[in-house]
């Protein structure tokens, strides 16, 4: 899929899944997507782990209190480092790693949604961590359920150009 379809074509699913593994190969392949994103100081502060296992993913998702199961999902690991001066790149990191892995998601034609927020809730995030044997000192920030969709979701409305982008002046 030409990078432009695949762009327009994006969008958050959060609707079930056809009972269909996802191989892996196409994980890899999208995965290897998140490695080529840029990275302050090309630290590459994210890793990643690839859930395929059926009681793996059951675990997750209860954790997640979530009824919907995916085949897969890749949990984005950012490690808080401060590669330049005091600066801290892994949320950006990691936000670009993930942004690349949406892209090649749409692209081999299965559907993801980028689910930070409901991590922030009762230390969900640390609790996938736990069960998933990240270090300590390393963050759960982003998972990306991986599947088939057996649904159709509608994609959301963007703002028009005209109210948000400007040439020269902000505002226009
Ligand atoms: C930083 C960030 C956190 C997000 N967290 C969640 C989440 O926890 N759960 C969820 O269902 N969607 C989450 N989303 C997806 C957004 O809700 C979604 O991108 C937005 O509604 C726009 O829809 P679209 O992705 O279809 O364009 C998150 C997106 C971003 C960028």
Known sequence: MDLFTAIANRHSYRG??????????DLETIVRAGFQAPSGCNAQTTTFVIVDDPGVL??????LG???IPPALIVCVAH???PFRDMHFELEDCSAAVENMLLAVTALGYATVWTDGELRIDGRGE???ELLGVPAERRVQVILPVGVPADTAKPPKKLPFEQR???NRYGG
């Open 127 to 129: 609790k996938v961590g």
């Open 16 to 25: 079930p899944f056809q009972n269909r593994p996802v191989p892996r190969a």
């Open 80 to 82: 808080p480092v401060t």
């Open 58 to 63: 059951r675990q997750i998702y209860d954790i």
């Open 165 to 167: 982008a400007w040439f």
């Open 66 to 68: 979530r009824a919907v």
